[in-house]
């Protein structure tokens, strides 16, 4: 899950009240996070960069706080800080609004051309008006479009996202696909014009970008954001353009999500909106923008949907073993940013969900955040109501019997993988692939991870050879499942046995 690093007297000022360590440790507990480690900057560099350079930080102490993976909304101070508050009942949840343009501009527009259909063909914008940054906002706008980028984002193949000083660009825009030869702009932190050729062997040595260059290498087109006059803005999903670059005086933010998933574009585009819109003059605010598609329909984002869920009282009580009325519910679920209230006289509980709680997508999420409002140890341990006699598998009582067996022996087990790559089950035992029936992977994400295993003997001829510098004889066995592909039932599982002796090892 991902880690959120926070300085804890920002952090205890933003909330307005100290902690012990101990008391900030259960706070995160009932609000259903964990307080992963106490450190220091100094502390962090030590640790990564070593002792030598450990002075070039400060000692104030920092949180590093451990996020569930889809809550979005927590991945920096200002959701965190936002979702502590409300639990604590000190702040209401706020409601976030999309405002028309200021008057005498227009909305900002961005037409996809279908050239993009070929490498990323979805994007999506918006503005935020009238912001104004301090460092630590600043530092935090940029973290959180890292922790984004690694989290949801899947390291930016599913989406990119580009930020932008709008003040120093002009509308409409226009997201492109054009041959990399055709693309030339300089780049963020650089001085000169580099053509896209040249900044992929640029950043083919940079420590942070080069993990991204594959993903749009090897196409034909890579995609380009221009204005008006043809300023590049960005080159997603590697580097934006210097041009455009947000700074601690940028006022005005234009932010454009460039995507293969459109759905979770949408996620993100809403997630950076409705945390950073609390800088705003008009707090909570959002200027939408519009982007006209490929056809030639127009849609206006950022969503900043509020959709209604409802549930039944008494299913959550049963689900989790409790029993509260449907007001005390509604104030729970409330605490959890997700404003609610009893109808039907208490029957059920109608749920509004904002855009910040993309992870509540079924009552189940629901239910779960009723339980961390309630406290989990406040629910009382209870025995099941039905009795059940277990007794082991016939099958797996008889492997049990035989392994401290073979062990006593002078054995020594392995656990290899139940997948492996055909070569293993073929040629490398010369046997043709044709001939045996095994239950083959569709699409595999590597060579090592093509079938399911006929047989246990290439797994352990693969320990043998990870281990050619141990003392002889190696004598291995390995008792697990092998799979056949069965044409009429599917397949079927085997439970087999291997015992290998090796006297002679090259």
């Known amino acids: 899950m991902p880690t959120v690093a926070l300085?804890?007297?920002?952090?205890?000022?933003?909330l307005?009240?100290?902690?012990?360590?101990?008391?900030?440790?259960?706070?995160?507990?009932e609000f259903g996070l964990e307080l992963d480690e106490v450190t220091s900057e100094n502390a962090l560099i030590a640790k990564e960069q070593g002792a030598d350079k450990a002075g070039t930080g400060s000692d104030k102490v920092i949180y590093k706080i451990e996020i569930p993976a889809n809550r979005y909304d927590l991945l920096c101070v200002e959701g965190l800080v936002r979702g502590l508050l409300v639990f604590k009942e000190k702040m209401a949840c706020p409601v976030y609004k999309k405002i028309p343009p200021t008057e005498g501009s227009t909305m900002q527009e961005l037409t996809i051309r279908p050239s993009t259909a070929a490498i990323r063909p979805h994007c999506v914008a918006a503005v935020l008006r009238n912001i104004t940054f301090t460092e630590a906002s600043y530092k935090n706008f940029i973290d959180l479009q890292d922790k984004l980028h690694q989290n949801i984002c899947r390291k930016r193949s599913l989406v990119a996202i580009g930020t932008h000083d709008l003040d120093t660009i002009e509308g409409p825009f226009v997201y492109d696909a054009l041959p990399p030869e055709d693309i030339k702009f300089k780049p963020l932190n650089q001085t000169k014009e580099y053509t896209a050729v040249e900044l992929m062997e640029l950043y083919s040595t940079d420590s942070h970008l080069k993990h991204y260059l594959h993903i749009i290498k090897d196409s034909p087109v890579y995609p380009v954001i221009f204005d008006k006059n043809n300023v590049v803005l960005s080159m997603p999903p590697i580097i934006?353009?210097?041009h455009s670059k947000i700074t601690l005086s940028t006022k005005n933010v234009f932010i454009e999500c460039t995507a293969t998933d459109l759905t979770k574009a949408k996620v993100v585009l809403d997630t950076?909106?409705?945390?950073?819109?609390?800088?705003?003059?008009?707090?909570?605010?959002?200027?939408?923008?519009?982007?006209?598609q490929t056809d030639g329909s127009e849609v206006v984002y950022p969503d900043l949907n509020y959709r209604h869920e409802v549930v039944e009282v008494a299913d959550i009580n049963k689900k989790l073993g409790i029993k509260i009325k449907a007001d005390a519910m509604a104030s729970l679920l409330t605490r959890m940013c997700l404003k609610s209230k009893a109808i039907e006289k208490g029957a059920r509980l109608i749920v509004e969900i904002p855009p910040?709680?993309?992870?509540?997508i079924h009552a189940c999420d629901i239910v779960e955040d009723v339980a961390i409002a309630y406290g989990y140890n406040n629910i009382k341990m209870t025995i099941p109501k039905t009795n059940c006699i277990s007794q082991q598998f016939p099958l797996?009582?008889?492997?049990?019997?035989?392994?401290?067996?073979?062990?006593?022996?002078?054995?020594?087990?392995?656990l290899t993988f139940s997948l492996c790559s055909k070569d293993d089950i073929s040629d490398r035992l010369r046997k043709d692939i044709s001939t045996i029936r095994a239950a083959h992977i569709a699409n595999p994400k590597t060579l090592d991870f093509q079938v399911a295993r006929t047989m246990l003997l290439p797994g352990i001829l693969r320990t043998v050879a990870?281990?050619?510098?141990?003392?002889?004889p190696l004598k291995l066995f390995e008792i697990s499942d092998v799979v056949f592909k069965d044409d009429t039932t599917g397949k079927i599982n085997y439970k087999h046995q291997e015992v290998v002796k090796i006297l002679q090892c090259k």
């Open 466 to 472: 990870s281990n050619r510098k141990m003392p002889l």
């Open 272 to 292: 950076i909106v409705t945390m950073f819109s609390e800088y705003c003059q008009d707090q909570f605010t959002v200027e939408p923008a519009k982007v006209i």
């Open 396 to 414: 797996n009582k008889l492997t049990d019997l035989l392994r401290p067996e073979i062990a006593a022996a002078g054995f020594t087990e392995a």
């Open 7 to 14: 300085e804890r007297d920002l952090l205890y000022e933003r």
């Open 240 to 242: 934006n353009g210097e």
């Open 16 to 29: 307005g009240q100290s902690y012990t360590e101990e008391e900030f440790d259960e706070l995160c507990f």
């Open 356 to 360: 910040t709680r993309a992870d509540v």
